[in-house]
């Protein structure tokens, strides 16, 4: 007997996890579209020139490529769906009025796994709202992420926020830095290494490692930094953030991360699952690149729901009622508008107890198998 294996990274998903898989997503894309969230399907493939133009440079790294036998040029497989969301808003949806919300659901595949991720193919779903990014927008996009996952079934959901862009403003202003130390500040303060910020001259950035933790007492940390209101709006759109949250979910600060967040602008935030290690999702404010050179500012957010499938286990099983040979029809239509799973004898020796059926058609009703 041979043995059909596959590549590194990939597998097949039987019953009932593939009945799981798809039913979090689509109760997660249920839930974004009840916000008004339009669903756009890119393809799995674009032509690797055009895609990498699009990917910020570590996305760049991790295209599956392929060779077109039609026109003979390079295929590359999608590793995000969100810049093809960002391309689709800025050509065949440029017309259409802001803010335009987008949602999207669907495989990516990556060139490599890596020891915390070693799935190589993977579900992302998520929803974008492009045409601003302020703080009613950003609330709204991480008010829908935990919507997404509350539909999905998950529970105990912490919302971590971030602000990518604080030493930069920081720098400019009551903390000044050369160039030459915004990223050495940068990667001491992401690693929470007061040692290295010592030794580089930034000992003014230290108590920022320390404004990290549970609202509101991180927010109240962070206003130190506050000078002549430099972070006065960022910290107001944290608090809209927050208070659009309410009780939905727990909310934490890490003013500093930057791990994930290279590209973000104003605001970030992780999305995390009580019963899964890491995290499950990220988004934050971010801009679109279009053709003549505008950028356009949008904020979004991606999920990666596969691990809830081993988290919340199988479905309810359904009513699965077994029709016999020389059954109604009509009669099982009805069943099956009812919600009950039908399974049809195609002979003699089809039994229910060999399909797992929990019911029996007799008379044109159920009765238990026993």
Not at 114 to 121: A, H
Not at 298 to 318: H, K, Q, T
């Amino acid at each position: 007997m041979t043995i059909a294996l596959l590549p590194e990274g990939l597998r097949d998903r039987l019953p009932p996890d593939a009945d799981t898989a798809a039913g979090i997503l689509r109760s997660a894309l249920d839930a974004v579209a009840a916000h008004g969230y339009e669903r756009v399907a890119p393809p799995l493939a674009e032509f690797e020139e055009a895609l990498v133009g699009r990917l910020k440079s570590a996305s760049a790294r991790d295209l599956l490529r392929v060779v077109d036998p039609v026109s003979q040029r390079t295929l590359a497989l999608r590793p995000d769906i969100t810049t093809q969301v960002g391309r689709i808003a800025a050509t065949r949806m440029a017309h259409r009025p802001r803010p335009l919300r987008l949602s999207y659901g669907g495989p990516v595949v990556k060139l490599r796994a890596t020891q915390l991720r070693p799935e190589r193919e993977m579900t992302q779903l998520g929803a974008e709202l492009i045409g601003t990014d302020a703080a009613a927008a950003a609330a709204e996009i991480v008010a829908v992420a935990i919507d997404a996952l509350t539909a999905a079934g998950a529970t105990g959901i912490t919302v971590d926020l971030t602000l990518p862009d604080l030493v930069d403003t920081l720098a400019a202003g009551p903390l000044p830095l050369d160039a030459g130390r915004i990223e050495q500040v940068r990667a001491s303060l992401d690693a929470k290494d007061a040692g290295a910020l010592a030794a580089i001259g930034a000992s003014a950035y230290l108590p920022l490692i320390e404004a990290a933790g549970a609202l509101p007492a991180a927010l109240g940390r962070l206003r130190a930094f506050d000078v002549a209101g430099v972070l006065a709006s960022r910290l107001a759109g944290l608090e809209q953030i927050v208070h659009r949250i309410g009780r939905q979910a727990a909310v934490t600060l890490d003013p500093t991360e930057r791990h994930g967040f290279e590209y973000q602008s104003w605001f970030g935030f992780s999305l995390f699952v009580a019963g899964l290690p890491g995290e499950i999702g990220r988004g934050g404010a971010y801009t679109i690149l279009h053709g003549d050179g505008r950028e356009e500012p949008a904020v979004g957010f991606s999920i990666y729901p596969d691990p809830l499938v081993d988290l919340l286990g199988p479905a309810e099983p359904r009513r699965r009622l077994f029709l016999p040979l020389g059954h109604d029809p009509g009669r099982a239509t009805e069943f099956r508008g009812a919600g009950w799973v039908t399974i049809a004898a195609l002979d003699a020796g089809c039994t229910p107890e060999a399909h797992g059926c929990t019911h029996r058609l007799e008379s044109g009703y159920p009765v238990p198998v026993i």
